[in-house]
């Protein structure tokens, strides 16, 4: 088999991958509102934060960056180049994007495409999960560090292992794409701060 067909067959594959929403999924397990009707309307680890508490969005975070890692690392583990697993790794992003499983109304794609990155390596992926973590915790918006944690990737990617700065690239561009309407609402002040769910008090009786 030609390394086009493979290629080929990998990307389809990340993208069906991609396609399954591990937040409608995990919303739906846990009795939880659809995130796509409810919180921002978007079915990512940050809206089931919103609706469903800190659990329910490390299953999903954890789920989501796992569909991006395993098309990833598999195609490295065959040997492809670094352009066919930038192009495997942004099909599953697009399956999180568009998942033809649930009408093509999914996610931003930020979770696959970091855990797209991660099997580069522990350092990338540190750099990456610390990177957020700053950004979330400086301004409170989840959509500031994605972009953020996206700019830097291809600089850290240079730095710790060059080989590998297309498909990160191409992760981050799709990324920084994705959150144009984002950038809208940061400029009228109008962008959604990070919080989680809050547990409701029983009344002394």
Same mark, same amino acid.
């Given at each position: 088999?030609?390394?086009?067909?493979?290629?080929?067959?990998?990307?389809?594959?990340?993208?069906?991958?991609?396609?399954?929403?591990? $937040?409608?999924?995990?919303?739906?397990?846990?009795?939880?509102?659809?995130?796509?009707?409810?919180?921002?309307?978007?079915?990512?680890?940050?809206?089931?934060?919103?609706?469903?508490?800190?659990?329910?969005?490390?299953?999903?975070? !954890? =789920?989501?960056?796992?569909?991006?890692?395993?098309?990833?690392?598999?195609?490295?583990?065959?040997?492809?180049?670094?352009?066919?697993?930038?192009?495997?790794?942004?099909?599953?992003?697009?399956?999180?994007?568009?998942?033809? !499983?649930?009408?093509?109304?999914?996610?931003?794609?930020?979770?696959? $495409? !970091?855990?797209?990155?991660?099997?580069?390596?522990?350092?990338?992926?540190?750099?990456?999960?610390?990177?957020?973590?700053?950004?979330?915790?400086?301004?409170?918006?989840?959509?500031?560090?994605?972009?953020?944690?996206?700019?830097?990737?291809? =600089?850290?990617?240079?730095?710790?292992? @060059?080989? !590998?700065?297309?498909?990160?690239a191409m992760l981050s561009t799709l990324i920084l794409i994705?959150?144009?309407?984002?950038?809208?609402?940061?400029?009228?002040?109008? @962008?959604?701060?990070?919080?989680?769910?809050?547990?409701?008090?029983?009344?002394?009786?």
């Open positions: 088999m030609s390394a086009i067909t493979v290629t080929l067959l990998m990307i389809i594959t990340a993208y069906l991958a991609g396609s399954i929403s591990s $937040a409608i999924l995990v919303c739906k397990i846990r009795g939880l509102p659809d995130p796509r009707t409810s919180g921002s309307g978007n079915p990512g680890a940050t809206n089931v934060l919103r609706i469903g508490g800190v659990s329910s969005a490390v299953m999903v975070l !954890f =789920f989501d960056m796992l569909k991006g890692a395993l098309p990833s690392y598999l195609g490295y583990k065959i040997g492809l180049d670094a352009a066919s697993l930038g192009f495997i790794a942004v099909s599953a992003c697009l399956g999180h994007i568009y998942p033809i !499983f649930f009408g093509f109304k999914g996610g931003k794609g930020v979770a696959t $495409a !970091f855990g797209a990155m991660a099997p580069i390596g522990g350092d990338l992926a540190l750099c990456l999960i610390l990177t957020w973590i700053v950004f979330v915790l400086l301004t409170r918006y989840s959509s500031v560090a994605a972009m953020a944690t996206a700019t830097l990737a291809p =600089f850290y990617t240079w730095w710790l292992d @060059e080989r !590998f700065i297309l498909p990160v994705r959150h144009k309407d984002n950038i809208g609402r940061l400029r009228i002040g109008k @962008e959604t701060k990070m919080t989680r769910k809050k547990s409701i008090k029983k009344p002394k009786t």
